[in-house]
């Protein structure tokens, strides 16, 4: 079971790194290219707002790269520099993508509900295995705090909750990337060849998130199986 674990982490770390740099490498090709209409990030993300009739929402920048998000607590799209002040392709794509988010709230988009009902719980779970893995570990060097079962059913919990939320955030990303790729084409954000090129991003971005997904579930079976090994 050791060598499958090690076979599986090192699979998923890799695949995880091709969908990474795949999604730089995109990013960075596409934020080279200008946008023909000339909007910012920053102008493109109100502009699709108040198309959508959403006025109580705010665009912020915040520091970092691959940092943009929309936060419903607060209710803000936030966009990275180069997104937020760019005129590229990549902007448009990104800054339209969090307004997508934004678009869902507004809506009511069950999956997103469901996800963000999740947040707390899944916290949780990090903290549980957190956890688990230190009593599996004092347990390896012979101290036993109570069986390792208990731990290892532990770990699955969490894995559990991780992996729900994860294919949960699957339908989320992907339908902001629908909304937004039908709102820049609709309103004419984008010529045809960049809104290839913006849905070439956007698809890559979301492609992360199916490794992601995949990769909780592969370590979710890991861990039942080496229970059931255990029984």
């Known amino acids: 079971m050791d060598i499958i674990y090690i076979v599986l982490?090192?699979?998923?770390?890799?695949?995880?790194?091709?969908?990474?740099?795949?999604?730089?490498s995109k990013f960075k090709k596409y934020s080279k290219v200008g946008l023909q209409i000339g909007l910012?990030?920053?102008?493109?993300?109100?502009?699709?707002?108040?198309?959508?009739?959403?006025?109580?929402?705010?665009?912020?920048?915040?520091?970092?790269r691959l940092t943009d998000h929309?936060?419903?607590?607060?209710?803000?799209?936030?966009?990275?520099?180069?997104?937020?002040?760019?005129?590229?392709?990549?902007?448009?794509?990104?800054?339209?993508?969090?307004?997508g988010h934004a678009v869902q709230h507004a809506k009511a988009y069950r999956p997103l509900e469901m996800r963000s009902a999740l947040v707390p719980v899944q916290q949780a779970g990090g903290r549980i295995i957190n956890i688990m893995f230190w009593i599996l570990i004092i347990g390896s060097l012979g101290v036993s705090l109570f069986p390792m079962q208990w731990a290892?059913?532990?770990?699955?919990?969490?894995?559990?909750?991780?992996?729900?939320?994860?294919?949960?955030?699957?339908?989320?990303?992907?339908?902001?990337?629908?909304r937004a790729l039908a709102w820049v084409e609709e309103r004419n954000i984008t010529t045809s060849q960049e809104h290839d090129m913006a849905a070439d991003a956007l698809?890559?971005?979301?492609?992360?998130?199916?490794?992601a997904a995949l990769g909780s579930l592969a370590t979710l079976a890991y861990w039942v199986l080496a229970f059931l090994g255990d029984r």
Not at 153 to 167: D, E, H, K, R
Not at 203 to 211: C, D, G, M, P, Q
């Open 152 to 178: 290892i059913l532990g770990i699955i919990a969490a894995y559990t909750i991780f992996t729900i939320f994860a294919f949960i955030t699957l339908p989320v990303e992907y339908d902001a990337t629908k």
């Open 40 to 64: 910012s990030g920053k102008e493109v993300a109100e502009l699709m707002l108040r198309d959508n009739g959403i006025h109580d929402v705010n665009v912020v920048s915040v520091q970092g």
């Open 9 to 24: 982490i090192v699979g998923v770390v890799i695949v995880s790194l091709v969908a990474q740099q795949s999604l730089k």
């Open 203 to 211: 698809n890559a971005a979301a492609r992360t998130y199916l490794v």
């Open 70 to 99: 929309y936060n419903p607590l607060d209710k803000t799209v936030n966009l990275s520099p180069e997104v937020y002040g760019g005129r590229s392709v990549m902007a448009a794509a990104v800054a339209a993508h969090e307004c």
